[in-house]
């Protein structure tokens, strides 16, 4: 009889166990594993590095600024609103500029695009309003709407959840024989979440055509990238999944635009995914409601602020003689009236009837609504109607009341 000795899932016969000893019983040798890089091609003075420097048309080029300073301006608009009382909280996109439009401007209209909170520069350019981005953080569920004819999900809160979706699109498209690319953004905050492994080692099991942006502006919300992972880098994950990753400065687009050409390459030639760290820095609040002096140095945030993105592709283009100075002001001034007028739009339309009815809220879930819906539906509409006759005049929000 066979002297088997028991395995948690099977029996293994004592030759084939003995067999095993010999493997443990060979030399160690370091496994061969891919390499990460890390890619800087615009310095924080604006020195490029002619031998990596992307040839961009002119064209894309002035596109890639122009959604980055509007989104820069409609930024910094929207926090002077929040702090008097004319916007809800938001989370600024400030400084992560760089990483959102030298990512997405290598999209299609029919790639898909899957932000997480700090896309605005990316959202405009895919032909989201400024209108939406007022309305979605004054809690208006209408400013989460896509615009005809991109596909893209909405502003994602929930952290890590919009990885899941990006993987499971992609490889929704690999069972349909459809070509595409889905890019979707995600923190380094959510790279500590559960949602980020199963959605990229899904992703990479199935070669599913998406490209990973980490911003990594090194806070989640107060916890330091130090109390997140003891590992060097974020893209280094990429090899445990078998991805190809890297590191880039996300603070130089010009970087950001050489990384995800190639990862979107790959993708559209059916080579899977990929995963790439921008390091940035968050040198605003985690949102409105936050006050980072309490858990960073100012000496710190002056570092990085001086590093940030916009200002050191403006010098390139202005080096490079892609625009003037003059020219430059008068762009300034064309999105800051572009921006005036979908602030006045947007404080119209929220307390019109359309958008200020609180019973439009049991209005688009159900086809049929269930009876005790509609029972509630019901007693606030006699409140209303009662307040509306007292008042003389149809129930509104206050401006900046978040719903
Ligand atoms: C599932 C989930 N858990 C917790 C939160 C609360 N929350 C909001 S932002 C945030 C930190 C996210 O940090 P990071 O991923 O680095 O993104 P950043 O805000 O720095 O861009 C947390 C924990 C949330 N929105 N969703
Ligand atoms: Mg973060």
Known sequence: ??????????????????????????????????QIEYMSILDEDAVVDKALEPKIAEEEL??????????????????????????????????????????????KKSDWHVPAYRELAGLLYRGWSIDSTLLYWNGYEEGARPPEGVNDLPVCVPIASQLLHAAGIGMGMNLRGEKGVVMT???????????????????????????????????????????QMRNATLAQRAIAYGMPGIRVDGNDVLAVYVAAKEAVERAR??????LIEGLTYRFTPHTTADDPKRYRSEEECNL??????????KKYLLNKGVYTEAQLTALEEELDAEIKAAIART????????????????????????????????ELKSHLDKQKAKAGKSPQHASGTAR
Request: glycine share 6%.
């Open 1 to 34: 009889m066979t002297n088997y000795v028991k395995y948690p899932l099977k029996a293994i016969p004592i030759s084939v166990q003995q067999s095993l000893k010999v493997v443990t019983a060979m030399p160690r040798k370091p496994i061969e594993l891919p």
């Open 62 to 107: 002035k596109n890639i600024y122009r959604y980055m300073l509007l989104a820069r301006r409609t930024d910094e608009r929207m926090l002077m609103m929040q702090r008097q009382g004319r916007l809800g909280t938001f989370p600024q996109s400030s400084g992560h500029e760089a990483i959102s439009m030298g990512s997405c401007i290598h999209l």
């Open 185 to 227: 953004y995600f923190g380094d905050g959510a790279s500590s979440e559960g949602d980020t492994h199963e959605a990229m080692n899904f992703a990479a099991v199935y070669q599913a055509p998406v490209v990973f942006m980490c911003l990594n502006n090194q806070y989640a919300i107060s916890v330091p990238l130090s109390k």
């Open 269 to 274: 030639a059916g080579e899977g995914p990929t």
């Open 304 to 313: 990085w602020t001086k590093r940030e993105p916009l200002n050191r592709f």
């Open 347 to 378: 404080e119209a339309a929220a307390v019109s009837e359309e958008l200020s009815n609180p019973l439009a809220m049991f209005d688009y879930l159900y086809a049929d609504m269930p009876p005790y819906l509609n029972e509630q539906r019901e």
